[in-house]
DNA sequence: GATGAATGAGCATTCATTCAT
DNA sequence: TATGAATGAATGCTCATTCAT
């Protein structure tokens, strides 16, 4: 009876909300954004159909707050907020980052390259996650210049191309796949 | 007894067939498999519904059919069958094609990458495409071995990761990949 | 070249026709007619869809045709044509034939009985049949009434309502039915 | 928690049930099975087609469901649970219930006999309904023994046979069928 | 007579979304 | 806030039937 605070309400709403951005990540990387169901995940959160729609506005809005959120929580990671210069150490930092992030949270990668490499989909994103990595580039580029790279553009491109083709590897034959010995190419070769 | 012969009959079952699949390779490659409808396959091929249902068994079928007939249409370009050794000239033709095979057919190269990276639907193609390709990869070990490599197999792994990010890459932004850069990157450093 | 005969299109035209008849039969005995579809008859006759519709007007017309013509080869069996009178010897002919009937082809009766308590269908041929039936019924009712039957009729429905029911339960456990024991009690009763 | 307690969501969860249920029985009776859908009993309803979802997981298991509790609704008229023996007054009773129930419900007998005169629909049923049944049969055999029935199985093979044959040709002429005078038979030759 | 490609209405089923409570 | 009954459009698929050859 006695009326909850305002502050009961909002940590109600949070817990709600973080459960079925739980539960959906697993279901979304497990058998894709469009073969998962609202009901699915409803049952899987252990809430009704209907209060997903308290939160969200549709299954895309899901979605959408869903990518952001695990993209704001990944970026602390990278801990480049005051970085002003990549020295070699930070950059070997950033490459392990990389790629251990894959093996902590495999559910989540995988979400990330089937939403991304998912035509269409891609579109609802591509602007935030431009805004989010942009401030880095520059970083990267001042980088491989500072190495001697001729075209430290193309590089970077190379870079993260490889980078993304890594991590995707390893999602493939994530028991199998030799990550002692690529890493070590990988730094040998960019760092 | 048949009022058209059997070519007669074979050509059109092969025109329908082709037209659906072209379509088809088309909207699965923009708007993704599971985001595409038979109905809507049938209506930008101009057939009825009910025609599909004559050359492919269910919708994985068609898929199925889709993906293998593709590959095998792509293999022979890297004319690999009577190889019996890599040589360097032979290396580099192979990482040429493989960038090259990106921009010939986008559309089929979005297919796979969204076909491949798809949770679910990647199962039913492994075996086939294991097949098709596992009798490559000694030739590829051996090349790196001779190359001085002491884990040939794992620079295997960092050569087709790399290759994989790069096409991937190239989707990305068709227009603006540095293609001539990146992939003096690439030879210089794998072949 | 040679153009044929009229008897030969006729033996052509009355070979096919059966060949789909018998194979129908089967398939709608055993999967019962609403869900046996055309394009099963057609590939069990080893005859292309197109044909049927040169036979039969439509697939309700074929099941016509069919029960009818069942019906007609069945009749003979019961060797009734020149019957003026039902001795005893005839009377027990009569449920011999009956009961032996369904031993005989029981797909054929799987059929009937599939048929003629399925709703909506009876009404096909309730009249056709009942004009090959009618013919015997004072028969029977002058054979009950001899035996000194106050309500013949009531006697014959009685009659052969335990010989429909016989027929069914025949039907559903064909090879444990024991045949010789109710034959007998039914001959004691109604003989 | 709830807005509506759980009672409440019961409460209206039986009865649009039961509407279904009840719809789906007069039209399978009337159509069959297999030629009534889904969407034919959800607008005789009233109701949309995916309500019907909501409480059955497909057209199958309605008709389970539904031909279950049709059965173990009628069970109760006949009584026979703390039955430990057949007298004569009873195997009268049952008689007469086998014969009244098909009048009391003419939609529900005939889906039954459409039901289990179906090929392949039966089978879902079989197992069931012998164990519903199996416990009774003793009981008739014992009661056919005692009237000195050399052959008491065959006997009760004979009498059930009857009984179905019987409410079979009720239903094929409801209005007509002398059914005082048959009863009397079937008493006179069987009690 | 005979073929089978083609049609389109219809089917069982799913699912995002709404809403009374 | 939270529930789940209810909706209806859409989906993959089937099938009787038509028709050019």
């Known amino acids: 009876m006695s009326p909850r605070t305002k502050e009961q309400f909002e940590e109600i709403r949070k817990e709600s909300k973080d459960k079925i951005l739980k539960v959906a990540v697993v279901l979304f990387a497990e058998k894709g954004y469009a073969s998962t169901s609202i009901s699915q995940i409803s049952k899987n959160a252990g809430i009704s159909k209907g209060l997903i729609y308290n939160y969200f506005?549709?299954?895309?809005?899901l979605l959408r707050q869903m990518i952001?959120?695990?993209?704001e929580e990944m970026m602390p990671r990278f801990d480049l907020k005051d970085i002003k210069k990549l020295t070699r150490e930070k950059f070997i930092e950033l490459?392990?980052?990389s790629l251990d992030i894959v093996y902590e949270n495999p559910h989540r990668?995988?979400?990330?390259?089937?939403?991304f490499t998912q035509p269409g989909?891609?579109?609802l994103f591509k602007e935030d996650l431009l805004k989010l990595t942009m401030p880095f580039i520059p970083l990267?580029?001042?980088?491989?210049?500072?190495k001697g790279h001729k075209n430290p553009e193309a590089m970077l491109r190379y870079y993260s191309a490889t980078l993304d083709g890594i991590q995707l590897h390893i999602l493939m034959?994530?028991?199998n796949f030799p990550l002692q010995d690529v890493r070590e190419l990988l730094i040998n070769q960019f760092a």
């Open 140 to 146: 990267f580029i001042e980088y491989f210049k500072e």
């Open 121 to 123: 989909i891609m579109d």
């Open 68 to 71: 952001l959120g695990l993209f």
């Open 57 to 61: 506005e549709s299954k895309e809005d």
């Open 95 to 97: 490459t392990d980052v």
């Open 173 to 175: 034959d994530i028991e």
């Open 109 to 115: 990668w995988r979400l990330y390259t089937s939403i």
